[in-house]
């Protein structure tokens, strides 16, 4: 009998780049709509059509300072419905809720594409979401030089969106991302 080997890809980060938030404003409606998902000044659409994909989503989330509270992110999965008369309408699935932190200490930056940017070190995961596995090295650690990461399980999505939230001057989120 032969021996088989079984590996995962290692892709290369893609990023949403950083989007400008409105301060203190909730997450855009995650609710069934005839509108294709977007991107938007609170959304990032992060794929459109991921039936060709690997089924687990690897995020790293990033922002422009590193004071900003009541930070999060969540992640939803679309899938589309043609109707009889031909139309789509798209249904979401919120896959996980992410609350973002820092500890005190050295918040880790790096400038890319000539915008200083800074990784968050915790991550903490919403109740009801148990498609998520969170790397949040803050909570083991007293400085935070780590970035934190999760990875969700898209569950056959055929869209993902991200949609980001934050309270301070100007707030600025994105994420680098790898399916898996």
Do not use: E
Not at 9 to 37: C, E, H, N, V
Not at 107 to 125: E, P, Q, R
């Amino acid at each position: 009998m032969a021996n088989a080997i079984i590996s995962t890809a290692q892709p290369q980060f893609r990023t949403t780049g950083l989007i400008t938030l409105t301060s203190a404003q909730a997450y855009d409606a995650a609710s069934p709509t005839a509108t294709k998902p977007s991107t938007t000044s609170q959304t990032a659409l992060l794929y459109d059509v991921g039936t060709n994909y690997p089924s687990l989503l690897r995020l790293t989330p990033i922002t422009s300072a590193n004071n900003f509270t009541a930070v999060g992110m969540r992640v939803v999965g679309w899938n589309s419905y043609l109707q009889a008369a031909g139309t789509k309408v798209y249904i979401p699935t919120v896959l996980a809720d992410v609350t973002l932190g820092y500890t005190s200490g050295t918040v880790a930056s790096l400038t890319i594409d000539t915008v200083s940017t800074f990784f968050f070190s915790s991550a903490t995961i919403g109740a009801g979401v148990p498609t998520v596995n969170a790397y949040s090295p803050a909570t083991a650690a007293t400085t935070n030089v780590q970035p934190a990461s999760v990875i969700v399980d898209a569950v056959g999505s055929q869209l993902i969106t991200l949609q980001f939230k934050a309270t301070g001057t100007t707030p600025k989120m994105g994420a680098f991302w790898a399916t898996i």
